[in-house]
Structures are given as structure tokens and as C-alpha cells.
């Protein structure tokens, strides 16, 4: 079966700070990170199956295209940035790992980017907590495949917080 990504080249380009000049194959597998380490785990192992299968056979539409466009984009664009930004300077090749330098700008130290990856994880954040909401508030009703995982699937995550109640 064909991979589905739930976000194109061009929705990156479009919705984040990634420069519309970048090779698609510098960033793609970090979409796909994205999506596994972050989506999956807010939508589950069923729900997520369904609109990729719906992505591939070409048949997404109704509520769950209004999921993927409105919900899910916003979320997994950023988390993409996320799982990106950590490697955007950085390339691996056969003879090593090489960092980008360019005559006429400045490398960012490890202390601007990590500021990045924040600011990127918490508009992350704040796109899933709606995403979480909302299927909250929508499933079982259009949603039925967020309720409906078993055995070794993934379960939706509905901890929006993630840290210590005292």
C-alpha cells in the first residue's frame, strides 16, 4: 500500500517559515515523522488508517476531509517544523555529515535554533489541543474510528497536558 501524508510540499511551503526554494526530499521524511509521532498518537491507530486509505484510493471527502484540512494540517505542519529543524543544518552524505555555510549569511547557533523548535512545539501544541477537542467533542458521532481501536493499536492520547497534577 502506498504511503499517504496527510500535508504536501506545498502545504509546508505555504504554512510554515521553510523557504519555497527547498528540496522536497530535504524535509519529507520529517513529515512522515511528524505524523507518526505525533498524529497517530492524537488520532489512533484506526482513525488514522482510515484517511490514509481514503488519501490513496482518492475517496477523502465529508467530515473527514473537513478533519484533515482543518484540524490536522495546522498541527502536523508545525510538528513537521518540529521534527525538521533540529537536521535543517545539516546534510549526510557518503563521505559524512556536513553543515551548510553560505558567503553571504550566518550560520544560527544551537541556542536560536532551539528557540525555534520551541516556538514551533508550542503552536504545535496549541493545533493539537483543538485537533484533541474536537474529535473529543465530534467522535462517536463522525468520527466512529476514534473509539474503535483494539489489541496492539495505537490509542488516541486525550492528555492534552502531559505534566504532574500535585
Same mark, same amino acid.
Given at each position: 500500500?502506498?504511503?499517504?501524508?496527510?500535508?504536501?510540499?506545498?502545504? &509546508?511551503?505555504? *504554512?510554515? !517559515?521553510?523557504?519555497?526554494?527547498?528540496?522536497?526530499?530535504? =524535509?519529507?521524511?520529517?513529515?512522515?515523522?511528524?505524523?507518526?509521532?505525533?498524529?497517530?498518537?492524537?488520532? #489512533?491507530?484506526?482513525?488514522?488508517? %482510515? /484517511?490514509?486509505?481514503?488519501?490513496?484510493?482518492?475517496?477523502?471527502?465529508?467530515?473527514?476531509?473537513?478533519?484533515?484540512?482543518?484540524? /490536522?494540517?495546522?498541527?502536523?505542519?508545525? @510538528?513537521?517544523?518540529?521534527?525538521?529543524?533540529? =537536521?535543517?543544518? +545539516?546534510?549526510?552524505?557518503? %563521505? #559524512? &555529515? *556536513?553543515?551548510?555555510?553560505?558567503?553571504?549569511?550566518?550560520? &544560527?547557533? %544551537? $541556542?536560536?535554533?532551539?528557540?525555534? /523548535?520551541? %516556538?514551533?512545539?508550542?503552536?504545535?501544541? +496549541?493545533?493539537?489541543?483543538?485537533?484533541?477537542?474536537?474529535?473529543? *467533542?465530534?467522535?462517536? !458521532?463522525? =468520527?466512529? $474510528?476514534?473509539?474503535?481501536?483494539?489489541?496492539?493499536?495505537?490509542?488516541?492520547?486525550?492528555?492534552? =497536558?502531559?505534566? @504532574? /497534577?500535585?
Amino acid at each position: 500500500m502506498a504511503e499517504a501524508l496527510l500535508i504536501s510540499r506545498k502545504d &509546508v511551503v505555504k *504554512f510554515t !517559515s521553510m523557504n519555497g526554494n527547498i528540496d522536497t526530499d530535504h =524535509f519529507i521524511q520529517y513529515v512522515k515523522i511528524a505524523q507518526d509521532k505525533h498524529i497517530e498518537n492524537y488520532l #489512533g491507530s484506526d482513525l488514522i488508517n %482510515k /484517511i490514509k486509505a481514503d488519501i490513496v484510493a482518492s475517496s477523502l471527502s465529508g467530515d473527514y476531509l473537513s478533519l484533515v484540512n482543518n484540524e /490536522i494540517k495546522p498541527a502536523l505542519l508545525h @510538528w513537521t517544523m518540529v521534527e525538521y529543524l533540529p =537536521f535543517s543544518n +545539516y546534510t549526510i552524505a557518503n %563521505k #559524512g &555529515v *556536513f553543515k551548510h555555510t553560505s558567503e553571504n549569511s550566518d550560520s &544560527v547557533s %544551537k $541556542e536560536e535554533i532551539d528557540y525555534l /523548535i520551541e %516556538k514551533e512545539r508550542n503552536t504545535a501544541q +496549541y493545533y493539537t489541543d483543538r485537533l484533541v477537542d474536537y474529535l473529543t *467533542f465530534n467522535a462517536p !458521532s463522525k =468520527f466512529p $474510528e476514534y473509539y474503535s481501536n483494539t489489541n496492539e493499536d495505537v490509542y488516541p492520547d486525550k492528555d492534552l =497536558f502531559g505534566g @504532574w /497534577i500535585i
